[in-house]
């Protein structure tokens, strides 16, 4: 099955700063792959995700790419904002199951 | 109606009590979902409804019981819980339109779940 590899577990950089995570994947089959973020005791929200024909894609100050040879894909923020702190998971989607990276914890220092 | 909405928010429970969590959305999705979360831990998938009927039980041991009666509602029964069950139990659904490569997952709130 799908196993997604997720780095850093945490992450601080200082307000106005990028952020990047990496992610890598296992199952060349897997087509989806969605970032969410998870403020502390609310649900993971999607934030930006990107589908295997498309290499890179982005959304105001989040970007996502995705090398299919190499099988990872990182998150890259931005202009990083106080509001940005929070934990963010990677995941792969390949039939109906979402497998989740173990998340990255990223604080925005003022 | 865009959301996911599950119910109750808070549940404690006994090990010997019966109770059910409740998920519920009218976005006309087809598959709903039930996962377990720890803290500092990702979404842990346990089941899968598609068009109301079970398709993936992630080897869940029984004391959890999933239940779709219709295609808007999913809910999860629980009995006998251990102390190791209290955890985050987040309900999502996707459209899965198999026409479709990919199909979004939107996720409700969550029952913060604690078994004593």
């Known amino acids: 099955g799908e196993n997604v590899e997720q780095h850093p577990s945490t992450l601080s950089v200082q307000e106005g700063d990028s952020a990047v995570i990496k992610c890598t994947y296992s199952d060349s089959a897997s087509n989806y792959f969605p970032w969410y973020k998870q403020e502390l005791g609310k649900r993971p929200q999607l934030i930006i995700d990107i589908r295997s024909n498309v290499g890179e894609k982005k959304d105001q100050r989040i970007a996502v790419t995705l090398n299919k040879t190499a099988k990872h894909f990182s998150l890259h923020i931005t202009e990083t904002q106080p509001e940005d702190s929070a934990v963010y998971f990677c995941a792969g989607q390949g039939a109906q199951k979402l497998v989740f990276g173990q998340g990255t914890r990223l604080t925005i220092n003022p | 109606d865009t959301e996911v909405t599950q119910t109750p928010k808070h549940l404690v429970m006994g090990m010997t009590n019966k109770k059910s969590l409740k998920c519920e959305q009218h976005m006309g999705h087809r598959a709903m979902y039930w996962y377990k979360q720890k803290a500092k831990k990702p979404p842990e998938l346990m089941f899968v409804?598609?068009?109301?009927?079970?398709?993936i039980n992630e080897s869940v041991p029984s004391r959890f019981s999933p239940e779709c009666p219709n295609s808007s509602l999913l809910n999860l029964h629980l009995h006998a819980l251990q102390p190791e069950d209290s955890a985050l139990y987040l309900c999502a659904s996707s459209r899965d339109d198999p026409r479709l490569a990919y199909n979004e997952q939107f996720f409700g709130p969550g029952t913060r779940l604690t078994v004593l």
């Open positions: 409804y598609s068009y109301e009927k079970l398709s």
